[in-house]
C-alpha cells in the first residue's frame, strides 16, 4: 500500500491504537534499506528487491529439542518447515547463510547432522 507523503503516520498509528487497548498496532520503517515483513527481510537494491528470511532481535532460537518427547513426524516437519522457508523466501545469495544458520540452531539442539542434512534433501 501506498501511503500519501503528507499522511502524519504516528497519528494515524495513534488513533488506530485509541480503538481498543487490547488490540495495539506497530509501524515497521525502512533501515538501511530493509524492512522486515512477517518473516521476509525485504532489501531494496538499485535493481530491484531481494529478500531473506527476518527473525526478530528477541528470537531465542529456541525450538523443539532432538531428545524431547515429540514424535520423529513432528521433529521433521519443524526442521523440513525451516528449510522450505529459505527456500521459499530467500534470494540466491542468502540462501547459503539462512541453511547454515538452520544447520547451526538445529545442532545446538542435538539434532545429527546427517538427519538435517537427509531433512534438507527431503524440503
Known sequence: MV???????????SKLNDVNEKI?????KERNDQMP???????KT???FKFKVHRKPTNKEDYVHF???HSERVKSG?????FLRAMRICDDE???DEIKHIYEAFTKLKY???YLIRLKGKA
Open 67 to 69: 531428545y524431547s518427547g
Open 94 to 96: 542468502y540462501i547459503e
Open 112 to 114: 545429527p547432522k546427517g
Open 46 to 48: 538499485e535493481s530491484g
Open 37 to 43: 515483513f512477517l518473516d521476509t527481510c525485504i532489501i
Open 78 to 82: 519443524i526442521v523440513i518447515g525451516f
Open 3 to 13: 501511503v500519501p507523503k503528507d499522511t502524519n503516520l504516528e497519528d494515524m498509528l
Open 24 to 28: 495495539q498496532f506497530t509501524i515497521e
